[in-house]
């Protein structure tokens, strides 16, 4: 069974830093690209950014310059260090990943950021 289990949110304060971790596991003969979604509340969910097996990134314009996406393939974890947050940063983030040749995604982590 294939799981994506992610871990890093909580509570900051409008221009500080969080770091998302997101590990999957199962068994996964094929990872290809990962990433990370947000989903304000009364919003629709929303690309943050993705990194493919090969390194390269694609960032939401919102995040650019602030968010960094990065994977240790070897550990099958895909990361997110977010500076700079905003308040309107405020949402529940989810991993996706695409394994085995279909999309997975986690449970959301909760990421809140008071102004």
């Known amino acids: 069974q294939v799981q994506l289990v992610e871990s890093g949110g909580g509570l900051v304060q409008a221009g500080g830093s969080l770091r998302l971790s997101c590990a999957a596991s199962g068994t996964i003969f094929n990872l290809n690209v990962m990433g990370w979604y947000r989903q304000a509340p009364g919003k629709q969910r929303e690309l943050v950014a993705t990194?493919?097996?090969?390194?390269?990134?694609n960032y939401a314009d919102s995040v650019k310059g602030r968010f960094t996406i990065s994977r240790d393939n070897a550990q099958k974890t895909v990361f997110l260090q977010m500076n700079s947050l905003k308040p309107e940063d405020t949402a529940i983030y989810y991993c996706?990943?695409?394994?085995?040749?279909?999309?997975?995604w986690g449970q959301g982590t909760q990421v809140t950021v008071s102004s």
């Open positions: 990194v493919t097996s090969g390194g390269s990134t």
């Open positions: 996706n990943a695409r394994i085995n040749f279909r999309a997975y």
